[in-house]
Structure formats: C-alpha cells, structure tokens
C-alpha cells in the first residue's frame, strides 16, 4: 500500500450544505483512504462551514470569496498535496472502493495516463446509469466522454490549469481538451463508480439548453487547440454542436420523454427562428472563413 500514489479528495461547493456530509463521508469511508479531504467552499450562504466543523480535523475546510468555479478550482491547485486528487461535487458521492479501483489503473496505466474516470449512477431527479465509453482522443474532438468526478494526476492539472474564459460553461471539457493537447492520456474503470444527484435545473442542463452559448464555447474551444484539431475535425466538431443539429436534438428529447405540449411549442418556436432569421447560412460562412485561415 505504501508503493501507492497519494490522493487527496477535493469536494468544491456553494451552497450545497444539505448534501455535502454524504460526499464527505463517502470519501473518508474509502476502502483505501486518502491522505487528505479538503472541502472548498466557494463563499457558501447556507452555514456549509457549520456543517463541516462537525467532522473536525479529518477535514481541511478553505473557504474562497465567491468568484465562481473555474477561479475556485485553480486556486485549490496550490492547496492539493496528493499526487492525484478526486474531485467530488458536493452533491454526489462515492462507492467505497472508489479511490481503491482508480488507483489500481493507474498503477497498470502508461507514464501519460492523468485521468482515471468511473461510470456513474444518477438518482434524484432522474434515475439512470451510464456507462462511460473507452478513452478516444477522436472521440473527445466531438464531444466530452470525461466527467470532473474522476481521479487526476495533480502535477498534469497544475500544467494546464482551468481557464476562466469557460467559466460561463464547458470548462470542464476545455480542461480534459487542455490535457490532451499537452500529450496526456486518460482511461476508464468499470469496477467501481461515483453516485450524481440529478436536479430538476441544473446548470449543466442549462448550458447544453442554451444551443447557441455552446455553439460558442465548442468555436472557442476549436480556435484554442488549433494543433489539436485538423481542418476535418474542427467542420466535424462544429457540425456536431450546431444550432441546427441542437434544435433537432432538443425536440427529439421532449418528445421521448412524453412533453407533447413542449414538443410543438418549441417546434414553431425553432421554426419561426429558421424563417426569419438566417443565422445558419452565416454562421456555415463564418465556419468556412474560419476553417481556411
């Protein structure tokens, strides 16, 4: 046990007091412990610091002025003491071997591997499983197979670091783009998982519903990496985020989950949209000028 890398679990949170004693107490139940727990609060309203103080020195509580996570996270890259640390909503939690099982595929991963990411189990909300798809850098040019809540080399993270200019959305994606762009690899582990609450609004939902905002941030995220992304690859990337394709996606999530009402609705609204304002034809012009810089 001692030839094992070190981990410290971070668990970043605002205002996620209800639920943060679960998240706490999954991680110092570990099967293989960490060698620290450290809750960062960024500028929590909700007595989360009272919370905490009820678990005493088993956990390291930073609390930030409230700038937002992207500034939140950086800042607890200077804090980490672990050669790898978890990050852990706030809201979620962890099967007991979690640090255990991720662990073990770093010991077999390559000299590369910085990430380590499970399947997850959803609940609350909504309740589903997901199991992640095998680690392709291809794939990742299209869209984001890596959730936050994965183990992750330290010394990779504090390389790339999280870049504010996401902070509206996607910054988790730019920073698992970041890595690989910097010759960093990852790889998934099946034996154990990461349990996520699902809420009726989330600000995940909110950025994936906001089509033309993640149309931006995918343009953005191109323009970034443009060794990265061929030609091909940035036209693939950005047909695959368009607002076209977005709008169809959209309808076709309502209408499976029986919204018939919400189906129309925003059937004639994306109409409307496509009739009156051409905005497609120049954005593929954009796109073209773009791709040929």
Not at 23 to 38: D, G, W
Request: net charge neutral; proline share 3%.
């Amino acid at each position: 046990m001692n030839n094992k890398p070190t981990v410290s679990v971070v668990i970043p949170t605002y205002n996620y007091g209800k639920y943060i004693k679960q998240a706490i107490e999954s991680a110092l139940n570990q099967t293989l412990p960490p060698c620290e727990v450290i809750v960062a609060d960024d500028g929590s309203t909700d007595g989360t610091d009272q919370i905490v103080a009820e678990f005493c020195d088993k956990v390291r509580y930073i609390r930030y002025e409230h700038k937002g996570i992207c500034h939140l996270r950086n800042a607890l890259l200077n804090e980490i003491k672990g050669e790898w640390f978890l990050n852990l909503d706030a809201d979620d939690y962890l099967a007991p071997d979690f640090i255990e099982q991720s662990i073990e595929e770093v010991m077999s991963g390559e000299e590369t591997l910085a990430v380590v990411y499970p399947d997850r189990t959803y609940f609350g909300a909504k309740n589903f499983e997901v199991i992640s798809e095998e680690f392709s850098v291809q794939k990742m040019k299209h869209r984001n197979l890596i959730v936050m809540n994965s183990l992750i080399n330290t010394a990779a993270a504090k390389s790339v670091g999280f870049d504010i200019a996401f902070a509206s959305g996607l910054e988790d994606y730019d920073f698992f783009m970041g890595l690989i762009n910097a010759g960093y690899t990852a790889k998934v582990q099946h034996k154990s998982r990461v349990f996520c609450r699902v809420h009726e609004k989330s600000r995940t939902s909110a950025i994936h519903n906001d089509i033309y905002r993640t149309n931006r941030l995918i343009k953005q995220m191109v323009v970034k990496y443009p060794k990265l992304f061929s030609k091909k690859e940035a036209r693939d990337a950005l047909d695959y985020y368009n607002v076209t394709t977005a709008m169809r996606m959209h309808i076709l999530q309502l209408l499976g989950a029986r919204h018939y009402l919400l189906t129309v609705l925003y059937a004639i609204k994306y109409f409307v949209i496509v009739l009156f304002h051409p905005w497609w034809i120049i954005g593929d012009i954009r796109r073209l000028k773009f791709l040929n810089k």
